[in-house]
Structures are given as structure tokens and as C-alpha cells.
């Protein structure tokens, strides 16, 4: 059964270039109320445990170095459909082809450099969201 939440974090090339107020402000303009949003920067090692999943694939080491490079900027929306109607928001993880007006089409540099995550399923946006947030950090 579909939740109405979803987790998302602005990834550490969008903060550094100043692009996250505009992201917010684009989440924010389709509807998705913000429950929980902090600035932080993860290790490697805590980047390795948010991404466990793709340990055993090429590009973990890289990810997890990238993740770790900045700060990076965490969040639980809250949007009844939240999941779909977030990776819609969001667009294609290459940028290339991510639809115009999509934040990744705007603000990524990249397929690795590509702006913002979002969870792809509520299973994950579970999960997810309490790897950075407790219960009492939600609104």
C-alpha cells in the first residue's frame, strides 16, 4: 500500500553550487510538504551504509567518495503518491535524458553528479529517511 511520504537529499554538487534554495523551492511548488530537512555531511563510511545495496557494483567506491565530498541537504516529503510523483519531479538518473523542467534536467551535472536522490519505492523512502532522521526530527 502506497505511504505519502518519501525521503530525497540534494547531493553535495548541487549544494556547493548554490542550487539548493531552488530545488526546495521547486518541491515545495509541486506540492510536497517538508516533515524533516537538515545540512550535514556523511564519511564514506556512513556513505558505504546508505548505499549498501550497490556494494557489490563498479561504481560503489565512487559514490560513496562523491556522497562524502560536501555537505549534502536530507529531507522527508510528505505529498499523498509521494514515491511516484517525487522520481516524476526529479526525472531520469542521466540527465540526458530527464524530461525539461525536471529538477535533474535543470541542475545536474552528470549521471553521478546528478543533483538530488529519490527513493524508488516506500519501502526505501522508509528506510531511507530513518538512516538521517529519529522519529522526534519529523513534523
Do not use: W
Amino acid at each position: 500500500m502506497p505511504t505519502n511520504k518519501t525521503f530525497t537529499m540534494i547531493k553535495p554538487d548541487a549544494v556547493k553550487d548554490g542550487n539548493s534554495g531552488s530545488i526546495i523551492q521547486m518541491i515545495e511548488a509541486a506540492g510536497f510538504r517538508i516533515v524533516a530537512l537538515k545540512k550535514t555531511q556523511i564519511s564514506q563510511q556512513q556513505a558505504g551504509q546508505f548505499y549498501a545495496v550497490h556494494e557489490e557494483r563498479p561504481f560503489y567506491e565512487a559514490l560513496c567518495k562523491y556522497m562524502s565530498s560536501g555537505p549534502i541537504i536530507p529531507m522527508i516529503l510528505e505529498k499523498e503518491n509521494a514515491v511516484a510523483d517525487f522520481r516524476k519531479l526529479i526525472g531520469a538518473t542521466n540527465p540526458a535524458n530527464a524530461e525539461d523542467g525536471t529538477i535533474r534536467k535543470l541542475f545536474a551535472k552528470s549521471m553521478e553528479a546528478n543533483a538530488i536522490h529519490g527513493s524508488d519505492s516506500d519501502e526505501n523512502a522508509t528506510i531511507e529517511g530513518s538512516f538521517f532522521f529519529s522519529g522526534t526530527e519529523q513534523y
